[in-house]
Each structure stands twice: as structure tokens, then as C-alpha cells.
């Protein structure tokens, strides 16, 4: 192969080098993958998103981090992915395979792409947790939350998240032992009964501006510990999520934006 189209797209920030895998076949091995994501010798990303052919779904979506590992699901990518889909397809709805979801996506116009994320995972083997434990308040200093969104979230709830050292408690956090795959960490402040600010590290990645799935975990959490109401305004460093625990899953809305397209050079590819 000469050279590998991708896309550039990002949902707040939370950005994404996107390949379409359905008529390009590549070995995409995990030290391609980080020189793909590295900001300085690499396009740059939080995450590297691949497009497959499914033949029960529109398409399949596999999600690598910036370090190389996989992520089961990526709520914000699920979402540009579901926007370049739905031009290329000339459809309205989607429905995506991630994982051992389906899930399905809407076009609400505008940019806006809502997503339902699916049911949370609530008990302990689920998310996982290394040890049967009640998940609502793990016995962890601050007597955070964890939920399952398809990845496993642990979410502690603060008066104000912008006082929290994200950048060392964050991987403190994301590497416990009681989340034997590792875990995204949240630190969420209540705003109001439909309002929540929240900041994201994210496993294999480090601190972003905006997460989908965090965002989803934040509001199950809140609602789980009678903070807020189900439908939530999710404020994050990169924007704004609105998040609606609904009876057949978790409603993620937002903005989504097209930065660019490119291609990865055979030089780059060979190194």
C-alpha cells in the first residue's frame, strides 16, 4: 500500500483518526497505531477509530486508544463515525456494531448525532470489579461510583471539579486493583438537578476534553445516588453532552465536527 486515506473528526475535543476498513484492508498493529495517535511525529488523537463491514449492521466499529490498547466502546467517535456514515449512506439512522452492542444512531441535524449507548452495567462481574462488592459506593477514599457503558467508569462526585488534581489522581484511579481491565475516572460536580460539570481521564489515554461514555457513567451514577434527574446537561472542558437514561439505554447528544481529511504516507506507513 502506497498511502492510507483517514479522517479527522472530533465530538468536543474528544478527537479521532478514522480509517474506513470496509473496501481497504491493512494490518493496523498496535505500534502503527501510536505513532498514528502521537501528536508530534504522528497525525495525533485521543483515540483510532476502525470502519468494518458487518453484515447484520451498517457497519463495526473497533476503537484503539492513544497508547495502543483496545477500548470495547468510544461513545464520541460512535458519534462522528455515525455522521460520515449516514452521508455516505444517505440515511438518517444507523445501526452500529462496537463491540457486543448494537447500537443505534440518529441524525438530529445541525451537527448533532445522538447515539443510544445501551443499557449500564450495574453489577460488580459486569463492569468488571475484581472483587463482588455493592457498586455504588466502592470502598475507595471518596466512595466513588462504577458502572459499566460497554468499558468499566469509576465516578467520584466532588463540590468542585476544577480544584481536583485530574493529572495525578486521575491515573491513580485508572490503575486500582479493584478494575482488573483498568478503569476511565470521572470527577463530576452538581450544578443543578439537570445539570452536571465533569472532568475525564481516560484509560490508555490520559485527560480529555470531552468523553461520550463518561459522560453516560456520570449521569447513571448521579441518578443512582438520587443527585439528578435522568435527562442531564453534561458541561465538559470541550462542551456540552445532553445525556438521557431512557428505558431501552443511555441517549448521548452532541456536537460533532469534521476537521479534515488525509492520508498516511508510505514513508510513514514503512517506518
Not at 449492521?57 to 449516514?86: K, P
Not at 485508572?174 to 465533569?198: C, D, I, M, Y
Not at 461520550?212 to 447513571?220: I, L, N, P
Request: hydrophobic content about 35%; some cysteine; glycine content about 8%.
Amino acid at each position: 500500500m502506497n498511502e492510507l486515506p483517514f479522517l479527522k473528526m472530533h465530538g468536543l475535543g474528544n478527537d479521532f483518526v478514522i480509517i474506513d476498513q470496509r473496501k481497504l484492508q491493512i494490518n493496523l498493529n498496535k505500534e502503527l497505531i501510536c505513532r498514528i495517535a502521537n501528536r508530534q511525529r504522528g497525525v495525533g488523537c485521543d483515540q483510532v477509530a476502525i470502519i468494518l463491514k458487518n453484515p447484520q449492521t451498517d457497519a463495526e466499529l473497533v476503537f484503539f486508544n492513544s497508547d495502543g490498547s483496545t477500548s470495547t466502546t468510544c461513545g464520541n467517535a460512535t458519534r462522528c463515525i455515525a455522521r460520515h456514515l449516514m452521508q455516505d449512506l444517505h440515511k438518517s439512522k444507523l445501526t452500529l456494531t462496537t463491540g457486543n452492542k448494537i447500537l443505534t444512531a440518529k441524525d438530529l441535524g445541525q451537527g448533532l448525532i445522538s447515539v443510544n449507548m445501551g443499557n449500564p452495567e450495574m453489577e460488580w462481574n459486569n463492569i468488571p470489579i475484581s472483587e463482588e462488592i455493592d457498586t455504588l459506593k466502592l470502598p475507595i477514599e471518596g466512595s466513588p461510583t462504577a458502572t459499566g457503558m460497554g468499558n468499566p467508569h469509576c465516578t467520584f462526585f466532588v463540590d468542585d471539579v476544577d480544584q481536583i488534581d485530574l493529572e495525578n489522581l486521575g491515573p491513580k484511579f485508572e490503575n486500582h486493583p479493584l478494575f482488573p481491565e483498568k478503569t476511565n475516572v470521572q470527577f463530576a460536580s452538581v450544578l443543578g438537578s439537570s445539570h452536571l460539570r465533569a472532568r475525564v481521564w481516560e484509560r490508555g489515554v490520559g485527560i480529555t476534553l470531552s468523553s461520550g461514555s463518561s459522560s453516560c457513567a456520570v449521569v447513571v451514577a448521579a441518578v443512582r445516588n438520587n443527585l439528578t434527574k435522568k435527562k442531564v446537561v453534561v458541561d465538559l472542558d470541550g462542551g456540552q453532552l445532553e445525556i438521557n437514561w431512557q428505558s431501552d439505554g443511555v441517549w448521548m447528544t452532541g456536537e460533532t465536527a469534521h476537521s479534515f481529511n488525509g492520508h498516511l504516507t508510505e514513508e510513514f506507513l514503512k517506518i
